[in-house]
């Protein structure tokens, strides 16, 4: 069983920052990929980064140059640090654990850009 919160979530202006933490705890084995989706109401859930264990990254077009994903092996933590925020990247942020063949959830957390 697998087990993924996370945090960081908030309000921020458009050009701010913000940086998202994901935390896995359980039978996490070495080699597995971690990443970060998000949602809006009425929409499908997207791909926004993912990092491979050994540490290599993929990011979605839309987040390029702007969005950095991280991770801390020994801590389990997945970041996701996030710049110049537009209003479009409001949404829903879930990170995701995939591992043996199957897929983890966190629970979500809210990201709103606003003036």
């Known amino acids: 069983q697998v087990h993924v919160v996370e945090s960081g979530g908030g309000l921020v202006q458009p050009g701010g920052s913000l940086v998202l933490s994901c935390v896995a705890s359980?039978?996490?084995?070495?080699?597995?990929?971690m990443g970060w989706y998000r949602q809006t109401p009425g929409k499908q859930r997207e791909f926004v980064a993912t990092?491979?264990?050994?540490?290599?990254?993929n990011y979605a077009e839309s987040v390029k140059g702007r969005f950095t994903i991280s991770r801390d092996n020994a801590n389990r933590t997945l970041y996701l640090q996030m710049n110049s925020l537009k209003f479009e990247d409001t949404a829903v942020y879930y990170c995701?654990?995939?591992?043996?063949?199957?897929?983890?959830w966190g629970q979500g957390t809210q990201v709103t850009v606003s003036s």
């Open positions: 995701n654990v995939q591992l043996g063949g199957l897929d983890y």
């Open positions: 359980g039978q996490i084995f070495s080699n597995n990929v």
């Open positions: 990092m491979h264990s050994g540490g290599s990254a």
